[in-house]
């Protein structure tokens, strides 16, 4: 077997490792986590019309992969997408100060708050390779709220753009394996176990 394609086997492991897998249902709001993938807010735009939530909330400001080059925050480059569609002002929520996932959702948590939305579901949209994370980062810091943690519907074969490389989301998924061991222990997200398979793919592909 070619290196390349040693790599793509290890890595579609990881990939639907990442995934929760959840089947999408009704919720008060669709809370989209904000990135450089905008395909991630069409898909939420694609939800609140097909009327799983009555509001839509776009968290971000700028990350490492937005930094320099987004001219807006994320979640008002989301926002200005669902806007642009038809989605009226009134139904979208906006947070554009968080730079990480657990920001997100803790300074979403607080714009709902003195906002007096007191949403009791969410629709966690994400990149499918952040699904898991987004889910155990919001289950530690909001966890009396039910959510669900869901992703456009690519396969891993399709997803790279010349926006997100193979490479660079090969690393992301590696990257996001690690803090989703490490991070429990820290006290940043609840416990998810790891199959040994999985982690036996992730330890592969860092010595590649």
């Known amino acids: 077997m070619k290196k390349s394609q040693d790599v793509d086997t290890l890595a579609k492991m990881l990939w639907e490792y990442h995934h929760m897998n959840h089947q999408v249902k009704k919720a008060d709001c669709i809370f989209v986590l904000g990135s450089q993938d905008k395909r991630v807010a069409h898909y939420a735009i694609d939800l609140f019309f097909r009327g799983f939530a009555p509001y839509i909330l776009f968290s971000g400001g700028f990350g490492r992969f937005t930094n320099g080059v987004f001219d807006k925050t994320e979640a008002k480059t989301f926002a200005d997408i669902a806007l642009a569609r038809g989605i009226p002002e009134d139904k979208i929520i906006i947070e554009n100060k968080s730079t ?93 176990a790891v199959p040994s398979d999985v982690l036996e793919a992730y330890q592969k592909l860092i010595s590649l």
């Open 100 to 192: 990480n996932t657990g920001q997100n959702i803790e300074f979403s948590k607080e714009i709902l708050r003195r906002s007096g939305f007191d949403f009791n579901s969410f629709i966690l949209v994400q990149k499918p390779y952040m699904e898991r994370r987004a889910y155990a980062t919001f289950k530690k810091i909001w966890p009396e709220k039910d959510c669900i943690a869901i992703s456009p519907k690519i396969p891993f074969e399709e997803y790279p753009t010349d926006e997100i490389t193979k490479d660079s989301m090969i690393n992301i998924m590696v990257g996001d394996l690690q803090r989703i061991k490490a991070y429990s222990e820290k006290g940043f997200q609840i416990y998810q």
